[in-house]
């Protein structure tokens, strides 16, 4: 029987288990060794892979990707980890002019197999630059390929996935459910496939499309509207960058009514291209305007204000009630 782990172990099995198995895998980053990283995620790699395998860097972000581009293009599997994801902008230059290019540069010579995790998102109260939700800037960046699980089960095959992908692969960690949610997950070693959403609930009047921490409030207000007679779908989208357009297609055919959850804010966004190719392609499926719940655009609120930017169960619930009622 397989045990329940958090997102946290999961992920720590994962990198475990590609290591062993591939002696390629590399894992650096700021106390990713000795301290077992700020949340505990590679804790114990270092005791068992050593420091040859298991790198402390100095806190110097660019340094920590530029030196795993490097890796990669030598022949390297390395698994950067960034300590906050508002930690990134600091390598943008090395992932925007160097780390998406290089297999374009040398017309397939060399690839970049560099995998970028960082706890990613709001909603533990954290300071200035360690709630970001900035995704839609990585999913910009052609070359680049972008993950955000949201479960335990799924954080394990998408990071075996992303550390066996050719190319680069920022893989967004949300902090916020890290050990609040607990799933089967087994110990042999699985692959969950890049770029394929998950159908988390049927349904046949409105479809609620959404990732990482936001399937949680996702869940629950679909619950509450089922408790009204509206029947939700629920699509996780688990890769933002390539992502499944043939299921929300599908769905939204079927449902005629979708809404977009996303944490991050609204303009310019991830959920702002999932209603465009929507309006493109499935324009007389739908039966309501398609409704966004978002953040806002401004920069993410400290502490008691935390929770008013985020969306709730009972946002999306109006949002579902709005589009069931058009």
Known sequence: ??????????????????????????????????????????????QKFGPNRVLDTPLAESAIVGTAIGMAAYGL??????????????AMEQLISHAARIRTRSRGRFS???VLRAPYSGGIHAPEHHSESMEALYIHIPGLKVVIPSTPYDSKGLLISSIRDPDPVIFLEPKKIYR?????????IYAIPLGKANKVLEGTDVTLISWGA???????AAELAKSQGVVCEVIDMRTLFPFDQEAILSSVNKTGRVV???EAPRTCSFASE?????AEKVL???EAPIERVTGFDTVMPLYKLENEYLPDSFRVLKAIEKVANF
Not at 180 to 188: D, F, G, I, L, W
């Open 1 to 46: 029987m397989p045990e329940k782990i958090t997102i946290v172990q999961a992920i720590n099995m994962a990198l475990r288990q590609e290591m062993e198995r591939d002696d390629k895998v590399i894992v650096l980053g700021e106390d990713v060794g000795k301290d077992g990283g700020v949340f505990r995620v590679t804790e114990g790699l270092y």
């Open 77 to 90: 599997r390395p698994v950067a980890e960034i300590q906050f994801d508002g930690f990134i902008y600091g």
């Open 112 to 114: 970049c197999p560099i």
């Open 180 to 188: 609040s949610v607990k799933q089967e997950v087994p110990e042999e």
């Open 214 to 220: 936001m399937m949680r409030p996702t869940l629950e």
């Open 260 to 262: 977009i959850i996303q």
């Open 274 to 278: 999932i209603a465009a190719i929507l």
């Open 284 to 286: 007389l499926s739908l």
